[in-house]
């Protein structure tokens, strides 16, 4: 059960820092948000030693409804306790009449520099405050440290609940083919890099 906890921990540090925090800040519209992601893969970029590395990872169904329920399976591996400070730099692209076109960060949205990804998961759940569900639920840890360990999650559905009557995303964020790439570090040593591609249709 450990292992479980500190395997989705570690999924949902990833993509809380990448970009879902600081998406929050937009709070203009009341409308519904909905959206599809399409064609959903994914892959290491790291050095062979690096020691932070995904080993699998599949979600379904293909496309993913937002809202809608995601049903993922993941396993890898970390040799090191990943702590605070924990770097993330990340770039973000986007295909533009058939290039791809670094996105610069604005607003703390798009190609950015994090100093610490602990930092990010404390802002947007103080400290002593319950983990969200379903985290609460199940006693799943949604702070640092994250232990150092071997990673298996078996197949599970979470319920995707993203609704915008507190959001407005930037309009280069809501339709169009992405890539993306998370790069982990501390210390000034990099602990991994993964790299994400996807595509999205929104009904903004």
């Known amino acids: 059960m450990s292992t479980m906890k500190n395997c989705i921990a570690a999924v949902i540090t990833l993509c809380i820092v990448m970009q879902v925090n600081d998406a929050l800040k937009f709070e203009k519209t ?5 959206a599809k992601i ?15 590395v ?18 993922a399976s993941a396993s890898g591996n970390t040799t090191v306790e990943l702590a605070a400070p924990l770097a993330v730099n990340v770039t973000l692209e986007k ?11 604005l607003e703390e949205i798009g190609s950015c520099h994090y100093t610490d990804g602990c930092d990010l998961l404390n802002q947007l759940i103080p400290p002593g ?13 949604c702070h640092c440290p994250f232990k150092a360990v071997s990673l298996y999650c078996s197949p599970s559905t979470v319920p995707l609940k993203l609704w915008t009557s507190n959001i407005d995303l930037p309009y280069w964020l809501t339709n169009g083919h992405y ?10 040593k ?7 591609t996807l595509s999205v249709h929104s009904n903004n």
């Open 38 to 52: 399409f064609g959903f893969s994914w892959e290491n970029c790291g050095k062979p030693d690096d020691p932070a």
């Open 179 to 188: 890539r993306v790439q998370g790069v982990l570090g501390a210390m000034g």
């Open 54 to 71: 995904l080993k699998t990872l599949t979600l379904s169904p293909d496309p993913i409804t937002v809202p809608g329920d995601l049903t």
């Open 30 to 34: 009341r409308t519904a948000y909905s």
């Open 190 to 196: 990099e602990l991994g890099c993964l790299k994400i």
């Open 95 to 105: 295909e533009v009449a058939g290039f791809w076109v670094t996105v610069p960060c």
């Open 129 to 141: 405050q319950d983990c969200p569900e379903p985290l609460h639920t199940y006693g799943i840890p």
